[in-house]
């Protein structure tokens, strides 16, 4: 999977919306470098609109809006389409009439899926992007088709559903912005684990301060008729997430967050003493076991476990009861992405979370200057806002 950085320098806000708050990461990127500019903490979702217009947002900066499954639905998968004659050359009219049928046809499937999650009618719902991904002709991928002889296409498509209100209100508050990027973060967090792990399958334990979301990933496509099942697909949640780790820990050794959040990431990297290591076990073990039950509920054997958590509470690879994992840290996936972060002295260690990253690289992967990503952007715009991306 390559993801490569703009050769120029660009301003970036990456905005990551839950239910229970929002908060959001200002940098600059060029060449292989990000450098942070300003972190801005979390607060309730319900004061989105006084939170966004303190950003500041340039018109020329990339706004990256990246939801949990609470606010958005991020839906990837493939159309395909059986032509009669594959020895006739594809004609303007067929690969018009074609992208026209399968952004249809995917919209109508996921639609539904996206009114069922957010318990909303046809007029609540709404779709915030459009984009085309790959295109393949008897197999094979191609950019533009047209001209070339084929019997079978498939074209993989990506749509983002919000509520009407939802997207409203951040329309209100980022009006002045030029583009707005929407994407649902267990898309990019899945994104991150195939970019470490290419060709596996994959079951991502996205983990919050109070829930655990787990995700499926990297199958060999399957379809429903024309339409694919999704390529990331929801596999349940439970009730345990970092809150407990840091209560815990912050009684039992009088600490503030930060103070434990350090501590944390000194112990998965292995740096802390062998009697202080064997203390934080103790002390984590019950929790941690109690995670390993829950999580062992829904993956499968042939499955590489994934786990993103903005508390480093386990070590980057080990084992469970019943499986091994991974945890990648944030320095281990810059290294896979083969990108490096400047950051001043003292900056929030909440801004070195992978949830702004997989923003970061899912804009990065769907806004390349190609055919495709302008095809997408063209189609059902009457349905999506204008500065969509």
């Not at 990000?34 to 903490?41: A, D, G, N, S, T």
């Not at 709404?126 to 498939?154: C, H, M, T, Y």
């Not at 649902?184 to 060709?199: H, K």
């Amino acid at each position: 999977m390559n993801v490569s950085l703009p050769k120029f320098r660009e301003e970036y806000y990456v905005i990551e919306c839950r239910a229970g708050g929002v908060r959001a990461l200002h940098f600059a990127a060029s060449g292989n470098t990000i450098r942070f500019q300003k972190y801005f903490p979390t607060v309730p979702f319900e004061d989105i609109i006084p939170f966004l217009h303190g950003l500041n947002v340039s018109k020329y900066a990339k706004a990256i809006f990246v939801y949990d499954r609470s606010l958005a639905a991020t839906f990837s998968g493939s159309v395909r389409f059986e032509r009669g004659d594959g020895l006739t050359p594809v004609s303007d009219e067929d690969f018009e009439k074609f992208l026209t049928q399968a952004t249809n046809q995917f919209f109508n499937r996921f639609r539904e899926e996206a009114k069922r999650l957010f318990s909303t009618d046809d007029v609540n719902i709404v779709l915030a992007n459009n984009r085309f991904l790959s295109l393949r002709l008897d197999g094979k991928k191609v950019v533009n088709p047209i001209g070339l002889r084929g019997k079978a296409a498939e074209l993989e498509i990506e749509q983002t559903f919000l509520t009407r209100q939802v997207l409203s209100v951040l329309h209100e508050a980022a009006h002045g912005v030029s583009s707005l990027f929407h994407i649902e973060l267990a898309v990019g967090c899945s994104d991150l684990a195939q970019n470490v792990f290419p060709d596996t399958k994959i079951i991502c334990a996205i983990v919050g301060g109070a829930h655990t979301r787990m995700y499926a990933s990297g199958a060999k496509q399957r379809y429903f008729g024309a339409v694919s099942f999704p390529k990331v697909q929801e596999r349940g949640a439970f009730d345990w997430g970092t809150d407990r780790i840091y209560e815990i820990l912050g009684k039992a050794l009088s600490l503030e967050s930060v103070s434990v959040y350090s501590l944390l990431d000194r112990y998965a990297k292995g740096d802390c003493s062998r009697y202080f290591s064997r203390f934080i076990d103790a002390l984590l073990e019950p929790e941690v076991l109690l995670f390993a039950q829950e999580l062992s509920r829904f993956n499968k054997k042939d499955e590489r476990v994934v786990i993103f958590s903005e508390a480093p509470f386990l070590r980057e690879r080990g084992s469970l009861p019943g499986f091994s994992y991974e945890a990648p840290g944030f320095d281990q996936l810059l290294e896979h992405l083969g990108f490096v972060v400047q950051a001043p002295y003292g900056f929030p260690y909440e801004a070195f979370s992978p949830a702004f990253l997989a923003g970061f690289v899912a804009y990065l992967r769907r806004t390349g200057d190609n055919y495709l990503y302008a095809l997408g952007k063209e189609r059902m715009g009457w349905l999506t806002p204008v500065n969509s991306v």
